[in-house]
């Protein structure tokens, strides 16, 4: 029998029948017939939420150990570039789609994507534009960080950031609410510094990966800040399959850390690698180690020096092997041109 209203509910699927027949079920009755049929309807809502939950239980996350890889560290020169003004800010990712990772490169003046696959070759560049910052820095302080299909690039010297991504082939910018994008929160610079200064802590930058896992598939919540003094604090946190229920699994503590440095698990063994320049005055000799979190800074899985210093340390796979390398961007103090490094 019909009731008013049955033809203004939803019927697409389960969770349609679901939402009919709770909302017919609700309906208060008196008659005898409608009872009848009230308690038929809440046999099907109960049937059907238990299909909708053995359905759901089917689909939990569940660990996925990552794959080992031998780790054969052979340094290699890619080549270098004049980008006409010093480098401030480092990233990488496959953003083009072609399965190849770009290094995205931040000057005061633009950004510059690099291909790393063979010798190093200029895709495009951007130019910052618009309005000049009110308060410049000491130094030009820049970032830059991957959001989903795009490198959102901040400098000190200007006002507003610029989320610059592809558009065909065509490299292409528009400028975002300003601030540096910084683990996801924008932050300042304290005035006249070229340090971050948040929630009273002064720092000159953050690193956070939600994307690794432990040896057993967990997912790993990892979160590195450096601080003016040259310490870096590594917090670990363990997660659910699901990437809920955190819980911390770690805290680690390096000194005398340069201001490039970069988190990953480079040959998969589930336990994160903390890869770090050294904390030596600008235009002296510099060093970029790679540690297992947890060891010793002063026993090293790998170290490579350099006569100039490391202006940024990014991990992606730059020849598509599927397999990320470390790359670093090295240059003297104050000069335009870089070098590029593959370490691995």
Excluded at 249 to 257: E, L
Aim: a neutral charge; glycine letters at 12%.
């Amino acid at each position: 029998m019909a009731r008013a209203g049955w033809h203004a509910v939803p019927a697409r699927g389960w969770s349609g029948l679901l939402a009919a027949a709770l909302w017919l079920a609700a309906v208060p009755s008196a008659r005898a017939e409608d009872r009848a049929e009230d308690g038929y309807l809440a046999r099907l809502a109960s049937a059907v939420r238990a299909r909708l939950d053995a359905a759901a239980a089917a689909h939990v996350a569940r660990p996925v150990p990552p794959v080992p890889v031998a780790i054969r560290w052979k340094p290699q020169k890619l080549g270098s570039l004049d980008l006409g003004a010093p480098v401030v800010a480092v990233a990488a990712a496959d953003l083009d789609g072609d399965g190849k990772a770009e290094v995205y490169l931040v000057t005061s003046r633009e950004v510059t994507a690099v291909a790393i696959a063979g010798r190093v070759h200029k895709l495009g560049h951007v130019a910052f534009s618009g309005e000049p910052a009110v308060q410049g820095s000491r130094d030009v302080v820049g970032t830059a960080v991957i959001d989903g299909n795009a490198v959102i690039a901040s400098v000190s010297a200007w006002a507003k950031d610029l989320r610059v991504e592809w558009n065909g082939r065509a490299l292409t910018a528009r400028h975002g609410p300003g601030g540096f994008l910084v683990c996801g929160d924008r932050m300042a610079l304290a005035a006249g510094k070229n340090h971050f200064r948040d929630a009273g802590a002064e720092i000159y930058g953050r690193r956070c990966r939600r994307d690794l896992t432990d040896a057993s598939g967990a997912p790993l919540h990892v979160r590195a800040e450096l601080s003016i003094a040259g310490a870096l604090d590594i917090a670990v946190e363990r997660c659910a399959p699901d990437g809920n229920d955190c819980r911390l699994a770690g805290s680690y503590k390096y000194k005398d850390i340069g201001v490039a440095f970069e988190i990953a698990d480079v040959d998969r063994d589930g336990t994160p690698d903390v890869i770090v320049s050294s904390a030596s005055a600008p235009g002296d000799a510099d060093a970029v180690r790679v540690i297992p979190l947890g060891g010793p800074a002063g026993k090293p899985a790998f170290k490579k020096p350099f006569n100039g210093g490391v202006a940024g340390i990014v991990v992606a796979d730059g020849d598509g092997d599927g397999v990320p390398e470390v790359v670093a961007v090295v240059r003297l103090a104050g000069a335009t041109r870089v070098d590029l490094w593959r370490l691995d």
